[in-house]
């Protein structure tokens, strides 16, 4: 299979910095999102990253070094609504577009 | 950002009876649809791809004779539990695409309770 790995828990503080890393299998990448669900809700789009680097969004910022298989979703200036489980998803060729997803992180962001 | 609509929110069902989820593009025509199926604290598990005017592509271990997929349009899919079961309970999510390569779109889930 596909692994693809993140904390399945964290808990960092109201205004703090939380980064949130998600490692998976180099063969067949193509394509990393990350996105965010809070409890009975659906999935809601973050981020997306196809090449190396950093990509920022407000507060949001996703990271992606294709050649370690390593991605991580950083959170600035937390605040209580950003408690949430975090979804790494990737992208494989061969799969016929479909996302495989990782276990989800549930952030906990307390006072 | 594209609207993904499903429905029922929620169902209630007893054991042995069917129950079908409605999965829309509502401003977009999605040839492919996904479905997922999320138990609580887990993530989501691939079902099938759903692909229009043909059959669906289901995961290993999904029985296709139970969860039935339909794809009759470019903006409808639908997925049928058939003979539910408790162990059916759990919340289904369908998501789509407005292209290759894009990013997904869900629709806000259907969270089956089977009695």
């Known amino acids: 299979g596909q692994n693809i790995d993140q904390p399945t828990e964290m808990t960092a503080t109201e205004g703090a910095i939380v980064q949130i890393n998600c490692t998976y299998q180099?063969?067949?990448?193509?394509?990393l999102f990350w996105y965010q669900q809070h409890a009975g809700e659906a999935p809601t789009f973050l981020s997306y990253?196809?090449?190396?680097g950093l990509e920022e969004k407000g507060r949001f910022s996703s990271f992606l070094s294709r050649s370690k298989g390593y991605s991580y979703l950083l959170l600035k200036e937390l605040q209580m609504k950003d408690s949430a489980s975090y979804l790494c998803?990737?992208?494989?060729?061969?799969?016929?577009?479909?996302?495989?997803f990782g276990t989800g992180t549930q952030l906990k962001v307390e006072l | 950002g594209a609207v993904v609509s499903q429905h029922p929110s929620w169902v209630i069902c007893k054991s042995g009876t069917s129950v079908k989820i409605e999965c829309r593009s509502l401003?977009?025509?999605?040839?492919?649809m996904f479905w997922y199926r999320q138990f609580p604290k887990q993530s989501l598990m691939l079902m099938a791809t759903?692909?229009?005017?043909?059959?669906?592509?289901?995961e290993q271990g999904v029985e296709k004779d139970k969860f039935l997929i339909n794809h009759a349009s470019l903006t409808l899919s639908t997925l049928t539990v058939t003979s539910a079961h408790p162990e059916d309970s759990s919340f289904y999510i369908c998501?789509?695409?407005?292209?290759?390569?894009?990013?997904?779109?869900f629709g806000s889930g259907t969270q089956l309770s089977v009695l």
């Open positions: 990253n196809v090449l190396d």
């Open positions: 401003d977009f025509q999605a040839t492919t």
């Open positions: 998803a990737v992208r494989f060729t061969g799969g016929g577009n479909k996302l495989t």
């Open positions: 998501s789509a695409q407005t292209g290759t390569n894009e990013k997904l779109f």
């Open positions: 180099t063969s067949g990448f193509n394509g």
């Open positions: 759903s692909n229009e005017g043909s059959k669906a592509t289901y």
